[in-house]
Nanobody, 120 residues
Framework: QLKFVESGGGSVQPGGSLRLSCSIS????????FGWFRKASENDIAGISC????????YYSDSVQGRFAIFRDREENTLSLQMNMLKPDDTGLYFC?????????????WGQGTQVTVSS
């Protein structure tokens, strides 16, 4: 089973930037895509961005399109999320995991997450 460990969260003011990192360990053979997800509350989990392993195609939710960028380093087996022009609505627990591209939903396993807080 894959293990995901996130880092890079913190508190920033609106308009600021953060870069999240995710270390992936284990066999990725059963996963065709990876992504970042945000948990704003107990019942509110949103797909933020995913990347397809085969060709590097990227996918974003409408709320972050143009502000966030997802990267995958296959050699280091890491996943990153560059977040720019942050807004208070971006606040939440960000975690990485497998991604089902049909709906930017979680597939398989995921990490514990890293907290991002955007406030003035």
């Amino acid at each position: 089973q894959l293990k995901f460990v996130e880092s890079g969260g913190g508190s920033v003011q609106p308009g600021g930037s953060l870069r999240l990192s995710c270390s992936i360990s284990g066999s990725t053979i059963d996963y065709y895509a990876f992504g970042w997800f945000r948990k704003a509350s107990e019942n509110d989990i949103a797909g933020i961005s995913c990347i397809r392993s085969a060709d590097g195609s990227t996918y974003y939710s409408d709320s972050v399109q143009g502000r966030f960028a997802i990267f995958r380093d296959r050699e280091e087996n890491t996943l990153s999320l560059q977040m720019n022009m942050l807004k208070p609505d971006d606040t939440g627990l960000y975690f990485c995991g497998g991604c089902d591209l049909s709906g930017l939903t979680i597939y398989g396993s995921w990490g514990q997450g890293t907290q991002v807080t955007v406030s003035s």
